[in-house]
């Protein structure tokens, strides 16, 4: 059936528009009785709100944009779940949109977001953002960005992310104390943030700790199709300890790991996850567990206290990370 419009509903039920409106919100002035039969109707006759009316009656449309730059297993669906534990009761409905990577619809969608007039965003970088210009008009509508997990750092905008470098620096430091002396770290994309900052830990926590550091130390993986043929360049049984900034490369470089007989008992391995996948591995993996569920929920109280307040004060957030040992690997 198609949809009819509140006139037409209104004509059937002999009812004002604004009666059907008010009805459908529960306003107070109504009935009990007019309440349900406007529902019911609305119901029967396939009536859905106009969005757009609404904004221009309320100035709110109800909406949260949640733009990330893939859907994955790892990561994703927890922090959504977080995102939902807040906003699942404030009145307010997400939507998500799916940038691909690509910074050309990154930009699109955010010009979609404006034309819906949403109350806020949610934004994850693709790896194809480099700065954040293409932000300017959603920040001249007034609609307030946070910036989560895949984040660039500038005065503009709120972020809600792990301290990335302290976090690396940890997951390392625990590989020195398991007396490890060859120290591999394996990496996303070397141009996101995210993967700068998490280096910038490893290094620092080898230096630090008087090891050698050099380009070999690493490995950059900007595609996972790539992935096993990086590692195999990469890597050697010369390697006593392995970091890995993430549960994506994680899978990818365990499965190879395995498949090559390179995880003996005297190889310690540590990776910062949302702590699932290291539980599905055998044996399994140590990891500094950065909670998805945390960071969403975060970002969902960090969004709504600044629609509340547009002219709070530009933020930066941390989440608190901790470390999980299953196994410590014998000398």
């Known amino acids: 059936m198609n949809s009819i419009d ?14 059907i409106s008010r009805a459908l919100s529960d306003h107070p002035d109504i009935s009990a009785k007019t309440k349900e039969r406007v529902k019911q109707a609305a119901e029967e006759f396939n009536y859905i709100p106009n969005l ?32 939902n534990s807040v906003l699942e009761n404030s009145g307010y409905s997400i939507i998500i949109f799916i940038s691909n990577n690509q910074l050309n619809k990154e930009i699109e969608i955010t010009r979609h977001c404006i034309s819906w007039h949403v109350d806020g965003v949610f934004l994850s970088l693709s790896e194809q953002t480099e700065n954040l210009d293409h932000l300017q008009p959603i920040k001249n509508a007034n609609i307030p960005v946070v910036l989560l ?13 792990i301290d990335d470098a ?50 070999q130390n690493i490995v950059c993986i900007e595609n996972l199709q790539n992935m096993e043929i990086e590692l195999q360049k990469s890597l050697s049984h010369s390697y006593d300890g392995i970091f890995i ?12 790991m395995m498949k090559q007989s ?19 591995l055998f044996p399994r993996v140590n990891h500094i567990l950065h909670s998805g569920f945390d960071l969403g929920k975060k970002a969902s109280e960090v969004l709504l206290s600044y629609i509340a307040h547009k002219d709070k004060e530009i933020s930066h957030f941390k989440i608190e990370t901790q470390i999980k040992v299953f196994n410590t690997p014998s000398d």
């Open 262 to 280: 390179f995880l003996p008992d005297n190889i310690s391995m540590i990776a910062i996850s949302d702590g699932v996948i290291p539980h599905h």
């Open 6 to 19: 509140i006139k037409q509903l209104a004509k059937i039920l002999s009812l004002n528009p604004s009666t």
């Open 52 to 83: 757009h009316a609404k904004y221009f009656r309320q100035k709110n449309s109800g909406l949260i944009a949640l733009i990330l730059p893939e859907f994955n297993m790892f990561f994703t669906h927890k922090m959504i779940d977080g995102i």
């Open 149 to 161: 997990d895949k984040v660039i750092f500038t005065d503009q905008f709120v972020t809600v992310t």
């Open 245 to 256: 900034m993430s549960d994506e490369l994680l899978i990818h470089a365990y499965h190879f």
């Open 166 to 215: 302290k976090t690396a620096l940890e997951a390392t430091k625990y590989l020195l104390n398991q007396s490890r002396k060859k120290i591999f770290g394996v990496f996303g994309n070397p141009k996101l943030e995210i993967s700068k900052r998490r280096i910038e830990g490893f290094k620092t926590a080898l230096l630090a700790a008087g090891h050698h550091y050099s380009e």
